[in-house]
């Protein structure tokens, strides 16, 4: 039995740990009972102080060298095991260990205070260092030389001179006995001298410089903007490929910035402007994944495939596309399939599904509309298959048309369900998006490209953090900048100022004008409020209430469009509300671009409505003696065919006309579609007496047939005086034909093309070709050929016909097919007959001329000649601003005045049109060509900001402002699992750029390199703050960068590490 105050002590003794430490010869780390707090006892009266250790970092220095001043020496011996024999390997394992280690000591004491006493006992030589290489060395020792009782002392055990190894790692180390101690001693001198050849003191006095030095302002904004670069681009050798050598710089660029984005984020959006060559860094980016066995689908329109992509392919990727290819392409158009009606197509998607690695995506602006069957198709193919994620590349120049809901659906084809750009879910993008769309409705507020890419659009906000992490989008003045800072040029054709083309009309015009209006005037407020109760009732999630307010009295009712109001229930359903809406809307503002257009345009859709219009009513009540009647009193004018039956490969759903449009689709064509769709749409809804009140449904469309009469014999009535708009082009194209130059003649209808080819045709003495939706392929291809045979190969590798010049074609009058993805730079003309109600459509149309010259051909310019209608058709468009709730500006989605396109102001003209076109230099691309320059210059200022450690700081006098700038990288702690790492990969590596002034906070990394690039080379750091200013500081960055994280529920193990960082003082 344990005498009872002996147990008493014992049990005291074990339960508090600083008692513990003062009668035990054991040093464990355990509370208070540390090896740092032993060596300090040790030493308080020491002369010297002799260290033998395995691992170190700086940070012991850092925790102890303030006890050290008093010694007259210090010994370090030091080995590792990272390789025994490798000098250099030891000190990179010390450096690296260090830099680690120190940023933790930062936090507290943010100049490493600990590590100035370091550097003085060198310089004082008082501190000596030594590596030991001719074993692995995994000694601990400490040994104190003393001038009280006992003369030495000593520590052997498990802790190395690291932190860790100091203060928290569970350790066993033991104080020794003087006897003992005096065996170490010798042992030590012995191990001394066989490192007399490896002191690396002046090695770490250089290593301790490096965290201690106040690094100049330019350095720390170099060091910031080569974090920044190499995140975005990259810098590293590129793998040889052969399309690299057709790249020019910025195309090059573009392809580092795409791999960079791929390896963390599930695809990439390439946005670079019109003629700026983003099929060839898809190119490019096709031969990396081939190259490596990978399987590609690429999806375009089909006029691109036929006109471009096919002679690409055959001509650079020819053997991987040849016998069994690896790379296979689908027209945009071959998605738009019903699975349940065409089981062979849903084969093949479930073969493109299964099998592709890598789908690219050209023109991606005509799939952002999701509530479509392409949409759904294409939706299919990239969803991930057993062997993980596909590789999405989208090209567009246009990613937003007048939503933000048509980026969010470009980028939902990169995430798919479950996947994350940023680490932001899907959903959260798409009600972003939803969101912003409705604010700007509320506010009137326009949406647009420059918007979408400026400052304005929110740092912090989850859209634009998205896009800012999956897409390339450089100016046409940036890439040309990127050229030359590889010493390169880049050049286009020399636009001329926008000229202006008006007519005036004759009475049968007017007359035909004033006509329309009256008809459709009163429908244009109806359909304006039904779309406004549909978009209430989905906000509310409610059905819409089918009597909303007055129907038109004095005009088209367009009730054809609108079955649903007819029900006999009091509500409509919100989904079937809304494509109603929409399809009425559509079909409204088709017709009233065809009286733009042309008068036969117009006409030609009068009569298509007509037609439609008949077809319902033969249908639905073709045996009421009222209606044969009718049918054929208007048979003469509407041209009601015998039967015509719907057409089987259209489906009841209607299309979006949108993206039809932004596809280049012909704006009469559309409405003829839809028309030929009517019956099985009103099936679909499951019209019947039963369940709609028919018979007031007929009467409304047999007065509307009499309405579409009137103006049809308006139209007749206009086409029997001169056409006075074709008149002026005519004399137009003579005086540019008669300069040499050939022309290109765009319009929105087949009709008005049609029209124009025929009468240029029969008017002038040469060829006029005509290009429409019909005429594709081979024979499409050969057009373009003999129009701009410089540009454009004939299919299949055929050799040219074109003898002389006189073979070419010169007049080419084209639909906006064309408007996409086609080069025709030889064009010195182009005339915009009608003007475009999409003005992207507008910039893409000027973009086939205004495309990259080949370096052999010589500089030209080119007109553009805009079409303007005469007041009174002007008036009557702004109906349509009343349907569409928007301004009919031709600046709605890039922010420049409709004046650029007028001949008045030459000089602000022009410069507005540049603007516009040339796209100016962003932020983000200024830095990013600054970054191009540093890293090709490779300067020695450059290698100074490589150099400095994690944690490096500076402070910049006479900056704009006070304040503080961090870079931070987004780490994985020790603890961070593998589901969290894979769901937030995207996260894991990337720099954050924060700035604090006047205790608010931006987070934008463009603006912020863009104020530091107002910093010296060669200017020196001030003198920092107090040690307390610069903790707190450094604390509230840190703070914010994790707060910034919150909306997408950041995990805990992944945490900002500091780079470098840096005051601010004016």
Request: proline fraction near 4%; include cysteine; charged fraction near 25%.
């Amino acid at each position: 039995m344990i005498w009872a105050p002996l147990a008493l002590a014992i049990m005291t003794t074990m339960s508090n740990p600083s008692v513990l430490a003062s009668v035990t010869s054991i040093v464990d780390n355990q509370g208070e009972n540390t090896l740092h707090q032993a060596i300090e006892r040790i030493t308080t009266d020491g002369r010297e102080l002799w260290i033998a250790t395995a691992y170190f970092s700086l940070d012991a220095l850092n925790l102890i060298s303030q006890n050290l001043l008093k010694a007259d020496k210090v010994r370090l011996i030091y080995g590792g095991e990272a390789n025994a024999r490798d000098r250099n390997a030891i000190l990179a394992a010390m450096r690296s260990d260090s830099e680690e280690r120190l940023l933790d000591d930062r936090k507290t004491d943010p100049l490493l205070s600990g590590l100035v006493y370091a550097k003085q006992l060198i310089e004082e030589g008082r501190l000596e260092a030594r590596i030991y290489r001719r074993q692995n060395f995994h000694a601990k020792l400490y040994i104190s030389h003393r001038q009280g009782e006992p003369p030495v002392s000593g520590i052997v055990g498990s802790g190395n001179f690291t932190r860790s190894g100091l203060t928290q790692n569970v350790e066993l180390n033991l104080k020794t006995q003087e006897e003992q101690t005096l065996k170490l001693v010798e042992w030590y001198e012995s191990k001394w001298a066989e490192a007399e050849q490896d002191d690396f003191t002046e090695e770490l006095k250089i290593e301790i410089e490096r965290h201690l030095n106040l690094y100049s302002p330019h350095a720390i904004y170099l060091k910031a903007l080569l974090a920044w670069g190499d995140h975005v681009q990259g810098r590293a050798p590129l793998k040889p490929l052969a399309m690299l050598d057709m790249l020019d710089p910025h195309q090059e660029h573009a392809y580092r910035q795409a791999l960079r984005i791929l390896e963390r984020e599930p695809g990439v959006m390439i946005c670079d402007g019109v003629g700026l060559g983003k099929s060839f860094v898809a190119l490019a980016l096709m031969e990396h994944w081939l190259s490596q066995g990978s399987r590609v689908l690429l999806v375009a329109p089909k006029a691109i495939l036929k006109s471009s992509w096919e002679g690409y392919l055959a001509r650079y990727l020819g053997k991987y596309s040849r016998g069994f290819a690896n790379v296979h392409s689908q027209p945009m158009t071959w998605f738009g399939f019903n699975p349940d009606q065409e089981p062979d197509h849903d084969a093949r998607l479930a073969e493109y599904a299964e099998q592709a690695d890598v789908v690219i995506i050209d023109e991606s602006h005509n799939f952002r509309n999701s509530a479509t069957q392409r949409y759904d198709n294409l939706y299919r193919v990239v969803a991930p298959n057993n062997r993980g994620r596909k590789k999405i590349v989208l090209l567009t120049a246009t990613p937003i048309n007048t939503k933000y809901e048509d980026l969010s659906n470009q980028l939902q084809i990169l995430t798919h369900d479950d996947g994350t750009i940023s680490g932001i879910p899907r959903l959260q993008i798409n009600r972003q998006a939803r969101n912003r769309d409705r604010t700007a409705r509320n506010e009137g507020v326009a949406i647009d490209q420059e918007t979408l890419f400026s400052a304005s659009f929110e740092a912090d906000e989850l859209l634009s953090t998205a896009l800012e992490s999956v897409a390339i989008q450089r100016s046409r003045h940036t890439c040309r900048e990127l050229a030359e800072a590889a010493g390169k040029r880049l050049r286009f054709p020399r636009r001329r100022p926008p000229q202006e083309i008006r007519y005036t009309l004759g009475q049968g015009h007017e007359e035909l004008i004033r006509e329309t209006k009256l008809r459709f005037e009163e429908l244009s407020t109806y359909l304006e409020r039904y779309s406004q109760e549909v978009a209430k009732a989905a906000e509310k999630e409610t059905e819409v209430k089918r009597s909303f307010g007055s129907v038109p009295q004095h005009g088209l009712k367009f009730s054809g469009y609108l079955p649903n109001l007819f029900r006999r229930s009091t509500t409509i359903a919100n989904r079937q509300a809304q494509l109603e809406a929409f399809l009425a809307k559509m079909v409204f503002v088709n017709v009233i671009k065809q009286l733009e257009s042309s008068t036969p345009a117009f006409q030609s859709i009068i009569e298509s409505l007509g037609q439609g219009l008949a077809l319902r009513l033969r249908h639905y009540c073709g045996d009421d003696p009222a209606v044969i009647a009718a049918l054929a009193r208007h048979e003469p004018w509407i041209k009601l065919p015998a039967n015509r039956p719907d057409d089987e490969n259209l489906g009841a759903e209607p299309e979006d006309g949108a993206a039809d449009e932004a596809s280049g689709g012909e704006s009469d064509d559309f409405i003829c579609r839809e028309e030929r769709r009517a019956i099985k749409r009103l099936q679909a809804l499951g019209f019947s007496p039963e369940t709609h009140d028919i018979e007031r449904w007929k009467k409304d469309i047999l007065q509307d047939l009499n309405h579409l009469e009137t103006i049809h014999g308006k139209c007749l009535s206009a086409q029997r005086e001169p056409d006075a708009k074709l008149n002026e082009i005519t004399a137009q194209v003579q005086r540019e034909r008669a300069k040499g130059r050939k022309i290109l003649i765009f319009t929105q209808s087949r009709k008005t093309a049609d029209y124009v080819q025929d009468e240029l045709a029969k008017r002038l003495d040469e060829r006029v070709a005509l290009v429409n939706s019909d005429i594709g392929g081979e024979r499409r291809a050969r057009i373009l050929h003999e129009f701009s045979p410089k540009y454009n190969d004939l299919p299949g590798g055929q050799s040219s016909l074109l003898d002389s010049p006189e073979d070419q074609i010169n007049i080419l009058v084209s639909t906006d097919v064309l408007a996409e993805g086609v080069n025709l730079q030889e064009a010195g003309c182009i005339i915009n007959y009608d003007l475009h109600w999409n003005p992207t459509r507008l910039i893409q149309r000027i973009g086939r001329v205004d495309r990259r010259l080949r370096d052999e051909d010589p500089d030209h310019e080119f007109d553009i000649l805009n079409v303007f209608p005469p007041p009174a058709i002007n008036e009557i468009l702004g109906l349509v601003d009343t349907v569409e709730q928007r301004k009919r500006k031709i600046s709605h989605l890039l922010g420049i005045d409709v004046s650029y396109f007028r001949a008045t102001d030459e000089e602000g003209t022009l410069r507005e049109f540049n603007a516009l076109y040339e796209g100016g230099e962003s932020t983000r691309e200024s830095q990013l060509i600054e970054y191009v320059r540093q890293v090709t210059l490779n300067t020695e200022e450059q290698k100074l900001a490589d150099s400095i450690p994690p944690g490096g700081f500076g402070v910049w006098e006479g900056a704009p402002v006070d304040g503080f700038v961090a870079l931070f990288e987004m780490r994985g702690t020790e603890r961070l699992s593998d589901t969290d790492a894979e769901h937030f990969r995207s996260i894991l590596g990337s720099p954050i750029l924060i700035m604090e002034t006047g205790g608010k906070f931006s987070m934008d990394a463009a603006n912020i390199l863009q104020a530091l690039s107002g910093t010296v080379k060669g200017e020196k750091s001030g003198n920092p703050s107090d040690k307390e200013t610069l903790r707190a500081a450094l604390a509230r960055l840190k703070s914010r960068t994790n707060q910034s994280f919150r909306s997408i529920n950041l995990v805990a193990t992944i945490q900002p590490k500091l780079v470098c960082w840096m005051e601010l003082r004016k």
